[in-house]
Nanobody
Framework: QVQLVESGGGSVQAGGSLRLSCAASGYVDSWRRMAWFRQAPGKEREGVAAIYAPSGSTFYADSVKGRFTISQDNAKNTVHLQMNSLKPDDTAMYYC???????????????????WGQGTQVTVSS
């Protein structure tokens, strides 16, 4: 069984920064893609950023390109999301997701991912 635990959420003013982390435990040696999704109240869950193992290739939603950076720490099976220049529209619950089998490059839909974390809240005030 795989467990994903997110950390690093919080409240920040517009223009500020936050760093989210997702630690994976269990049978994770062969994961192929880890990603961050977010869901605001009344909206669908949307992909934010994804990173592939072992290539390290990354993909971003257009809305966060140039502001967010996803990275991995393979030794610790941890993925980070550095969020800079935050906007009120970035306010959402952020979820970490793991995909065990390579399907295609890109963020993909939530249904493609095998495991999910519990989420961490990010609130950006204007």
């Amino acid at each position: 069984q795989v467990q994903l635990v997110e950390s690093g959420g919080g409240s920040v003013q517009a223009g500020g920064s936050l760093r989210l982390s997702c630690a994976a435990s269990g049978y994770v040696d062969s994961w192929r893609r880890m990603a961050w999704f977010r869901q605001a109240p009344g909206k669908e869950r949307e992909g934010v950023a994804a990173i592939y193992a072992p290539s390290g290739s990354t993909f971003y939603a257009d809305s966060v390109k140039g502001r967010f950076t996803i990275s991995q720490d393979n030794a610790k099976n941890t993925v980070h999301l550095q969020m800079n220049s935050l906007k009120p529209d970035d306010t959402a619950m952020y979820y970490c997701a793991l995909d065990l089998v390579f399907k295609h490059y890109g963020l993909g839909s939530p249904s493609e991912y095998n495991y999910w974390g519990q989420g961490t809240q990010v609130t950006v005030s204007s």
